[in-house]
């Protein structure tokens, strides 16, 4: 029965995605044949028919890395034609109604859709190439031996690989190198699911330069997990002094602990009880924790923990997104303090799919802690 069920939804899933191509592909047809009386119907479907399955087909066939490209480029269109395509619609329905022929209706309304495409991808890959650096002054009331301020330096969600390519890199080096941290921490998703394409391109020799004099750690979020290669991602890591914490607790500098969870994605990672049950944690000293996705901030609160980074939502990356992010978690994007808790949620340095970001920025983080 389950197989039925599973079986029904994808068939219903497919098909209204098919009619969304259709609906897709009807009104740009038409707005090519009244501007430049574009006719070949035929090839037309084809090349459709090619970009809506340009994504899985760059997934599965990783030399046509191409696919990849013009698949994720896609999703964005896909995303704001659904918005701008039914209002240019209507928009045209009223212009015929008050007796403009309709294909002037068509050809003007057409061209200010397509500038107003223009805009939103001109906009959304600056935003996504050109980040901004976020600084946070935040005061955890525990004393330290050794350390009594520090400057975190927090990047998440870079997904590296194909589209947050190596000068995207370079300028992760640059920003945080020249910010000075104490630490560097990067709270999940460093890859694009497959570490192939990072260790071809040579990425690992790029954030090599990273330096921090209380070290660089990570932790894996859910796109490690996708890409199904946790082995070879570590030992990358391992190469470029990138420590990756996978449920693991370390002091550093006999002053604070810095936790690293498994992501959300692996049903056998610890919960926050577990990892501040660790019999060489001092509650008395400060606890930072590194946690992918935001979503147990009252966990860890009642357990004690003085500092949470995370990332994973993008603030939805493409607005209107980040209303649906918003409502998913208590903190999608920004800061927020719970009782001694300090909750900081990246929007990422890097993007998903699209190179684009409207609504949100690629960003550094860099976080200021005093401690009392």
């Given at each position: 029965m389950n197989k039925i069920k599973a079986i029904l939804s994808f068939l219903v899933v497919l098909t209204l995605?098919?009619?969304?191509?259709?609906?897709?592909?009807?009104?740009?047809?038409?707005?090519?044949r009244v501007a430049i009386s574009f006719d070949f119907l035929y090839p037309f479907i084809v090349l459709i028919f090619l970009f809506s399955y340009a994504y899985i087909i760059g997934r599965f066939v990783k030399f046509l890395s191409i696919f990849h490209t013009i698949g994720s480029i896609w999703m964005a269109i896909i995303q704001y034609a659904v918005i701008l395509f039914p209002?240019?619609?209507?928009?045209?329905l009223i212009s015929v109604a008050f007796s403009i022929p309709t294909e002037t209706a068509i050809l003007w309304t057409g061209h200010v859709t397509l500038i107003v495409f223009l805009l939103i991808f001109g906009v959304g890959t600056f935003n996504?190439?050109?980040?901004?650096?976020?600084?946070?002054?935040i005061k955890i009331n525990k004393t330290t031996e050794a350390i009594f301020k520090l400057r975190i330096a927090m990047a998440s969600d870079m997904h590296f690989g194909t589209l947050s390519d190596k000068k995207h890199a370079?300028?992760?080096v640059k920003i945080i190198n020249n910010e000075k941290p104490d630490i560097i921490l990067l709270p999940g998703d460093i890859i694009d699911d497959d570490p192939i394409p990072f260790i071809k391109k040579g990425f690992g020799k790029i954030l090599s330069e990273l330096h921090a004099p209380l070290g660089i750690y990570g932790v894996l979020g859910n796109h490690e997990y996708y890409g199904r290669a946790i082995?070879?991602?570590m030992k990358e890591m391992e190469k470029i002094n990138i420590d990756i914490l996978t449920d693991d607790v370390i002091q550093i500098k006999e002053s604070f602990y810095l936790i690293g969870r498994k992501d959300k994605t692996d049903k056998q990672r610890l919960t926050i009880k577990e990892l501040l049950a660790h019999p060489t944690i001092n509650h008395s000293k400060p606890i930072i924790m590194m946690d992918h996705q935001?979503?147990?901030?009252?966990?860890?609160?009642?357990?004690?923990?003085?500092?949470i980074l995370s990332g994973h939502t993008h603030r939805g990356?493409?607005?209107?997104?980040?209303?649906?992010?918003?409502?998913?978690?208590?903190?999608?994007w920004g800061y927020l303090q719970k009782?001694?808790?300090?909750?900081?949620?990246?929007s990422g340095f890097g993007f998903w799919g699209p190179p684009i970001r409207l609504g949100s920025r690629s960003e550094i983080v860099i976080i200021d802690v005093n401690f009392n």
């Open positions: 995605f098919h009619l969304l191509i259709f609906y897709i592909g009807w009104n740009v047809w038409h707005y090519l209002i240019a619609n209507i928009s045209v996504a190439y050109s980040p901004v650096v976020r600084n946070y002054q370079r300028r992760l082995p070879t991602f935001p979503s147990q901030l009252n966990e860890a609160m009642h357990e004690g923990v003085d500092l990356q493409m607005a209107p997104n980040h209303l649906i992010t918003r409502k998913i978690f208590e903190l999608d009782n001694q808790l300090h909750a900081i949620v990246s």
